[in-house]
Structure formats: C-alpha cells, structure tokens
C-alpha cells in the first residue's frame, strides 16, 4: 500500500508543500503535486498549485482564509483533501510522514523525529534564524493538530555542512566562548546542496565521491558551497545564515562595526521579539530591512535584472554587488579546489531563471577557463533537471540545477522510513 509523505518547506512569506507517494520498504518515489502560498506578508496571499496536467497560478486568496503559516497549511491541507485528481490523499490520517525544512539545526546532523524534547531544543535556536525556524515550528504545530497521525520529521538545512573543516568553521574569536555558546560557521541550503550534488553528480555520470563543484543557490537568500569529493568544505553562510551575499531583505556580511554607526539602538530588542522571536534592532534591521528591499525598493530580483538594464541606477547598482559578491566567493572556491572544478552550477529562483545575472558572473570569472553558450544560456531547457549552458570544448562546465529541497527531505525520509516512523 503506497503511504503519503508532505513535505514542507515554509519560508518567511510562503508555505510550499510537495506531496510524495512511496511503497515502504522500496525507494520507489512518486511526486504527485506541488502546492504553495506566496505573499504572507503582503497580503492578499496567492496560490499556485501544480497535479499532473492541471495548473493554478497566482490566484489570490481571500485574507479572512490565509493569513498566517498556520492557515495557510490549515489551507492547503483542505485544499490537498478535496482534490478528487488526488484519490490517495482524501483524509488528513492519510498521511504518514511530514518532512519540515528547519533552517537552524545547530548540532544536529541528521533528521530527527520531533517530540515535546526536540521542539523545545528548536524553539531555542528560533534566535539563530530569525526569517526561518520559528515559522517552520508553527507549521510543526498546526500538522500535530490537524494530522495527529503523521511523523513529525525535522530536517536540518546545516546538516550537510558537517563535514566543514576547523579552520573553515571556526571563528578567530576566544574558543572558549565559542565553545561554551556554540559559536561557528554552520551553513545553510544543505538540503539544496545535497539534492545540487547528486543530481550533478548523476549528470556527469561521476561518482559522487568525485565531484567538485562550486555551487550557487540563489534565492531570497543566497549562498554558495565549494564542495569537493561530494562534501561541502566551505559555503558563504555562517552562524546565521545573515552571512555571505546579500538577499531579499539581507545586508549579507558587513563590517560587525557598520551598525553600531547605523543605529544606537542596535542591541535593544526589535519590535519583532514581541513575538516570541528573541532578536534585536540590529538583527532585525540586517536580517529584514537590508538586500535588495533597502537597495530598491523590490525584493523582485528578476524586476531588478530587467530595470537594471534599461538604466535605472539603482537596480543596476544592486545587480553589480550582486555580481561582486558572488564573484568573490567564486574565486576563492576555485582555488580551494585547486582549480579542479567539475563545473560551476546555478540554481534558486534566481540562479535558475537569471539569464542577465548568469551571464555577468560567468563574464568576470572567464579569466579561470568559465565560459557560456549565450543560446543556452537565454533558453536553458526548462523540462531538464540539470542542464548544460557552457560551449562544449570549454575548460569547465556551466551548469543549471532545478534543485528541488522538498524532492531531497521525501527521499531521505523514504530511504530512512523505518527508522524515522512513530513507534505505533
Ligand atoms: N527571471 C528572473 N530573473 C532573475 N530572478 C528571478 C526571475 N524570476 C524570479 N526570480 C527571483 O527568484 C527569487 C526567488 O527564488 P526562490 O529560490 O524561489 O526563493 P526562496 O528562497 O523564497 O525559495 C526572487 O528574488 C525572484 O524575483
Ligand atoms: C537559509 C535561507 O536563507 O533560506 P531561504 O533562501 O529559503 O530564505
Ligand atoms: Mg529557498
């Protein structure tokens, strides 16, 4: 009897939930719908949903419906129940498994089962990821009411990152208030990554063992991974993942001094603590108020490619540190992998549809052998998971990704079933 896997992924504005057929004991995998609500927090939410060859786009909601993750999943839920193209997911009991994406793990680093312990644990480093965790634990909340039967399972985004080395990881701060409040480079887009390396891996036909890549997941958050022999050995994210490039509504990293210039307030609590995130002004102010927001006005990134290129000075300013930063990182990971680089990927929102910005970074790293078929480049194949966008006869291969982080939970939960399962 095949058995119902959800898996959820709830970011700062959006819940975006898969759904997954599986047959226990076989890591036979079926995706059976996409659904997702966008625009959280502003208002009025939209729907998208994706079965088979039915497609909703952009359909707004009404806000006395959604309003919040909790009844956005309520939503959803209903939503995925009622569909008569969805026979094997008719009840709420039909599901067995609930993947959460929970961007903070801090030392764990592999899935867990979410008990009363556990919750609590994650509540705790709700601080460490102020747009993330608390919004994936209201979700946690509302499938314990509305599926009392489902597993609850937490996966982490850091986990992949395990595999850091010290001197990459470690801060040059006293070790033993680093060790005593656990401070040291995490990483986060684990799930992405790990879903990036072996679709890639797979692609060139290699075993995953020996792959080096530099990767880029380029979304409302943005980060890089130089990966080699399959692992992750450095990525630009940190503690939080406030590190590295700048996104959405994230300044990325800043001199630590800048905001003590920016605000006196800085290490007053924010408005936000109020409720029940424990962060201040100056968290705040660099986690949500920053990016491309602060820089003009959109979080829109496609929006800021397009005006960028018809002049408008702002947009073109924040396409060019965007395309400086990256650059940085690129740089520095080639020569961590000693320029034994299977190919440079892109994927996220932005790395998968930004023709402009692909272009660009590709034109500032082609003195280390990087080059793009500027046909391939304009009309990736979109049906591909992973496809190719460099001429062939170049030094190294460009690469686009559709990385898919609720694909990557379902399929460690159904390979770790047994394991993962509520004892009944
Ligand atoms: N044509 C485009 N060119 C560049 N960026 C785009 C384009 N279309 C969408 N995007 C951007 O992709 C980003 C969202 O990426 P996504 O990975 O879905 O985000 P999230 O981190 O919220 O999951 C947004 O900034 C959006 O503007
Ligand atoms: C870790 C992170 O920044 O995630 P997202 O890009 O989904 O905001
Ligand atoms: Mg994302």
Known sequence: MPNIILSINAGSSSVKVSVFSYNSGSSDLKELAVIQVAGLTAPPATLKYDRGDQHIKNQELSKSDVSSQETAYEYILKYLTSDEGLPKLKHSDDVEFACHRVVHGGDYNKPVRIDRDTFHHLEELSDLAPLH???????????????PKASNIAFFDNAFHQTLPEAARTYAIDQKV???????????????????????????????????????????????????????????MGLTPLAGLPGATRSGSIDPSLIFHFTHDAGKPSRSSAKGMHITEAEDILNKKSGWQALTGTTDFGAISSKAEQGDAACKLAFDIFVDRVIDFVAAYYVKLGGRVDALVFAGGIGEKGVQLRQAIVDKVSCLGFALDDAANAKPDGQKVVVDIGPQQSKHRIL???????AEMARQCAQEADSLRRPS
């Open 133 to 147: 965790n608390a919004g994936a634990l209201t979700i946690v909340k509302a499938v314990h009411e509305k599926c």
């Open 178 to 236: 680093a060790k005593r409040n656990k401070l040291r480079k995490y990483g986060f887009h684990g799930l992405s990554y790990a879903f990036i390396t072996r679709a890639v891996a797979s692609h060139l036909q290699k075993p995953t063992k020996d792959l080096n890549i530099v990767a880029l997941h380029l979304g409302s958050g943005a980060s890089l991974c130089c990966i080699k022999g399959g692992e992750s050995i450095d990525t630009s």
């Open 400 to 406: 686009i990704c559709q990385t898919d982080e609720q």
